[in-house]
């Protein structure tokens, strides 16, 4: 069943736009990590692997915020916001998309095309049971890309299967996080190949 469900989700990554600039919470894709300008509270995490160091924290609004860097340079690399599940946390860095509001479905007509997903990182199964979509876009004039992490919750996803509507779909997956990475760090963890929205179009800084 799940196979049909993963099947038939991937429907979203055919029909899509968005605009983006290349920082989040004010850590910038390519900025030496020791001159950034990082939030005021403890890190809640820091660990490093294969030559990159990561260290996240919890802000003010409950979201949190994951920063990773390459040891060699100390130039950030990857950049994360998840939403915490709370209202207070709604508000993201781009206007107009909302944690836990925006749809997939928004982002598509907002951004002009369902971008591209690397191949082996499309989608992902979570352990609560919903799906985690990662619809990307390149950002026009920058060595960044933009990812829309969007989640179906497993009620949704029941509900998609046993309506036999994947129109819908696109619908119920809402936002989840957002991410700013380099290209090269992205390649490498999530796979080389792509597949892209036959009308995918870069995206530019709404900032």
């Known amino acids: ?11 979203f990554l055919a029909s899509a736009g968005f605009a983006q600039s290349q920082s989040l ?35 003010p609004n409950g979201n949190y915020l994951s920063v990773t860097r390459r040891i060699d340079g100390d130039k950030i690399a990857y950049v994360e916001v998840d939403w915490d599940g709370s209202a207070s946390g709604a508000v993201s860095d781009f206007a107009g998309f909302r944690f836990g509001e925006t749809t997939l479905a928004d982002i598509r007509v907002k951004l002009g095309s369902n971008g591209f997903a690397f191949s082996n990182h499309v989608m992902k199964p979570m352990p609560d049971g919903s799906l985690m979509s990662f619809n990307c876009y390149e950002v026009e004039g920058s060595d960044a890309i933009a ?16 309506s036999n509507d994947v129109s819908r779909a696109g619908t119920l997956a809402r936002l989840e996080a957002l991410i700013l990475a380099q ?20 995206i530019a800084s709404p900032n």
Do not use: C, H
């Open 1 to 11: 069943m799940f196979g049909r469900l993963v099947l038939s989700s991937a429907v």
């Open 25 to 59: 919470s004010g850590m910038r894709i390519g900025e030496v990590f020791a001159s950034s300008v990082k939030p005021a509270q403890t890190p809640v995490a820091t660990d490093e692997i294969d030559g990159y160091a990561l260290t996240k924290w919890q802000l």
């Open 147 to 162: 990812v829309f992490m969007t989640k179906t919750t497993a009620e949704g996803l029941k509900d998609l299967y046993e």
């Open 183 to 202: 290209p090269e760090y992205l390649a490498t963890n999530w796979g080389p190949n792509r597949i892209s929205d036959p009308t995918y179009v870069k």
